[in-house]
């Protein structure tokens, strides 16, 4: 289904940042209102990520108006506010393909287009890399303006101060703009705010601020008396202390709703020397009043139907496994209020926001900084407490270093629940959890669970808060579990013991080893291949004994994970063979070694060979 771009008779004429750099700035607003109206309604058709984009629309106009794009670069953080600027760069035509397989990337992605210069999918990277393309643009010589956009949410991830410190000492000119929606804008104030930044990026308080500084060269008493002046007249109508303390000049904030405001402001700020910082105030689903109401969520929607502000009525069906995790943390916390839960600001996605309202004193969300997260784990664990860390597969590689030097180097009993282990789906290559198993394993005191079913893993979580002689993981997928009943009594398990679930009633031929929640169509697979299954239920330490069982016994081993197989499940199962010398036929099912691009789950289960079908092709071409 495409939109009918004569609806939309401005926007028509701008499908490219030439094209809309030949407007003139009084149709400005009308081309906005258009590209919110357009934006409203692709992303009903296909579904995908929604408030942010609605309160990027003006910034993003003025962006390509005021900057010339390609030549000049524009790095999204993160890129969920970034649809805006992929319907102005010749892609939005493409629109209610996106998150599709096949289709556009959710995010900004270099192989997409000479607009996107850097690929993103974790926030906090983008000054970093503007940084970069700052100091390359200095040594090229050509003129080249680099801008930076990050959200007020990703300002609390570390890894953004440590760019703008560096950034500050080397002095490159580039803009950063700090799109903060956390706050409603107040007219009056707004008015104020705007006026001010106009005046503040204009040539004539430039002129004078920079002429004062040479004058006052010589004099270094006098300069530094009037240093902090300036600065502390500037602290008292503008929060920019912070950032002129850390080398950049500070502009704003500003109504980032007004596209005439943020482009004379851009103007000015263009040629400005040294490191800017651009504070703008948006409002998240800005002009889609349920987005307004509830940008939470309306963050990232279902195909739905703008006119009637509603999204598809959803069914009953299973629990999610992060619905599981969730109510398992309350039962435990109703229990034991030495139990504390830490989200790296993924309250929603990892099903803690009722565990927030009924226990808030033992819930911290540390903000986006998975580092700091897992350190703060790793405190709470010396005290004594019990905390659990829920964290996403692929935002657990940015605390790496954390699990292994914080927490398990100090066999600290922290659990952490990975929620989007293996295929995520339309996220794409960002979001694919597809590694944990893989970095985790190598990792000495490490204890790793991979549940089947949600039965499973309500009792290894339990496991992993039982356990107090180092850090536990429990692994599991994103989605609907399996419709397994919960049992609500909570036993702990035997520590790296897997089971026999099927057992072959015919020669010994083939025996599959599973790992995790492909355990269903692996049941199916042995089905028609009459093979025996065992789930393993752990990645480390595995069982031994079941191994050496099954690998002796069969002629064919066969093991099966939604984890990368280089390095997962499978290479354990390897490894220990190895050292036992039972030198069999091994076949490993898993995720192959490439980044897996976006699409639907199902979608790309097929593609891999991962569903029932694929993983009982995949045996018979091997024993065959």
Known sequence: ??????????????????????????????????????????VGISSGHFASGLGTVELTVALHYVYNTPFDRLIWDVGHQAYPHKILTGRRDRMPTIRQKNGLHPFPWREESEYDTFSVGHSGTSISAALAMAVAAEKEGEGRKVVAVIGDGAMTGGMVFEALNHAGDLHNDMLVVLNDNEMSISENVGALNNHLAKLMSGRFYTTIREGGKKVLQGMPVIKEMAKRTEEHLKGMVVPGTLFEELGFNYIGPIDGHDVNALVETMSNMRNLKGPQILHIMTKKGKGYEPAERDPIGWHAVPKFDPSTFAKPASKPGKPTFSQVFGKWLCDIAAKDEKVLGITPAMREGSGMVEFSQRFPKQYFDAAIAEQHAVTLGAGFACEGFKPVVAIYSTFLQRGYDQLIHDVALQRLPVLFAIDRGGIVG????????????????????????????????????????????????????????????????????????????????????????????????????????????ADMRFVKPLDEALTEQLASEYDFVITVEENAIKGGAGSGVLEFMASKRLLKPVLQIGLPDEFIKHGAPEEITTELGLDAKGIEQQIRAFID
């Open 426 to 533: 339309a996220d794409g290559p960002t979001h694919q959890g597809a590694f944990d198993l893989s970095f985790m394993r190598c990792i000495p005191n490490m204890v790793i669970m991979a549940p089947s079913d949600e039965n499973e893993c309500r009792q290894m979580l339990y496991t992993g808060y039982c356990y107090n002689d180092g850090p536990t993981a429990v692994r599991y997928p994103r989605g609907s579990a399996t419709g397994a009943e919960q049992v609500e009594e909570m036993t702990a398990m035997e520590i790296g013991k897997g089971r026999i679930v099927r057992e072959s009633s015919g020669d010994k031929r083939i025996a599959i080893l599973n790992f995790g929640t492909t355990l269903t169509a692996a049941l199916e697979a042995a089905e028609a291949l009459d093979a025996t299954v």
């Open 1 to 42: 289904m495409s939109l009918d771009i004569s609806h939309y008779p401005l926007l028509a004429q701008a499908n490219t940042p030439d094209e809309l750099r030949q407007l003139p700035p009084s149709v400005l607003p009308q081309v906005a209102d258009e590209l919110r109206e357009f934006l409203l309604k692709s």
